[in-house]
């Protein structure tokens, strides 16, 4: 199991009940300029760090020491600042516990990124142990200008998920596409992503071509899959099933937000 920066898209949802496939927003640096410290591995921060589960984390490599250093890495690496306190804090929260995450500030702890609200935050349908076959899969859907679409992750999700027994995506897994085709230049317009770029995202490499991770993008993309397949899981068949997190999350997410923003980002 892991945690993904899909959490953006679960607040969305909570919160709520070159050329064709230029990237919705202006490019990112293909590599991030952070600190030159080095995480838990001995990686420096801002180089890709294959032992990290995330591949988002794995790529950008942020800072994990406190939470406005966490924030201002994955900023950098593409996600804006809004969003990032809409799933970054909650999951500190959830891992560090209400002293270290308000009071102390602390940053989220990339190594430990298992068991925390399954299949939302957390889930075992991971593409990353059968990646050789997803690039198969998805090189078969490729068209002439080197895209592939919305529908055609959605796909391989489902694949990947029916390899662990499950008939269709978790939420977590799901909600990863909408990620998946902004960070990966995709064109909400043509709703096509270059493959190039997710299959290095995929290997754990900055993508060729990236975009950047907006609250608008993220609708979008949503709506794109949600005609040509189906629309999201619903958070709260999750949050039924685990109240105590879902509670918790619920918290961060809304009631400490304000409290937060205050003593640890002083805004």
Same mark, same amino acid.
């Given at each position: 199991?892991?945690?993904?920066? @899909? ?5 969305? %949802?909570?919160?709520?009940?070159a050329n064709a496939f230029a990237p919705d927003q202006p ?11 080095? $995480? &838990? ?25 406190? /939470?406005?250093?966490?924030?201002? *890495?994955? *900023?950098?690496?593409?996600? *804006? ?21 308000l009071n102390e500030g602390a940053g989220l702890d990339t ?10 935050? %957390? ?29 055609? @992750? ?9 390899? /662990?027994?499950? &008939? ?5 897994? /799901? $909600? ?10 995709? $064109?909400? &317009? ?9 299959? &290095?995202f995929f290997d754990g490499k900055p993508p060729s071509v ?27 068949? /999750? ?11 619920? @918290? ?12 640890? @980002?002083?805004?």
């Open positions: 199991m892991r945690i993904h920066l @899909l959490l953006a898209a679960a607040s969305a %949802s909570v919160l709520q009940t490019g990112c640096p293909h590599a991030t300029t952070l600190a030159s410290t080095t $995480n &838990e591995n001995g990686v420096p921060h801002g180089e890709p760090d294959p032992k990290i589960k995330c591949a988002f984390f794995r790529v950008i490599n942020p800072r994990t020491d406190k /939470y406005v250093n966490f924030r201002d *890495d994955v *900023d950098k690496g593409g996600l *804006d600042p809004e969003l990032i306190d809409q799933f970054g804090w909650p999951m500190v929260f959830l891992q560090q516990g209400y002293r270290k995450s190594n430990d990124l298992d068991g925390y609200f399954n299949g939302v935050l %957390s889930h075992e349908d991971l593409m990353w142990p059968h990646r050789a076959e997803i690039t198969n899969f998805l090189k078969e859907r490729q068209s002439e200008d080197g895209t592939i679409s919305a529908a055609d @992750l959605f796909d391989a999700k489902k694949l990947t998920s029916e390899k /662990y027994g499950m &008939e269709k995506p978790t939420f977590g897994s /799901y $909600n990863e596409i909408p990620l998946i085709c902004q960070k990966c230049g995709g $064109n909400a &317009e043509t709703g096509r992503v270059p493959l190039k770029s997710v299959l &290095e990236s975009g950047r991770i907006t609250q608008d993008g993220l609708k979008k993309w949503q709506k794109i899959l949600e005609d040509d397949r189906e629309a999201s899981p619903s958070v709260l068949t /999750y949050g039924k099933k685990q109240p105590k997190t879902f509670f918790k999350f619920i @918290l961060a997410l809304k009631g400490l937000q304000g409290k937060m923003k205050k003593k640890v @980002l002083g805004l």
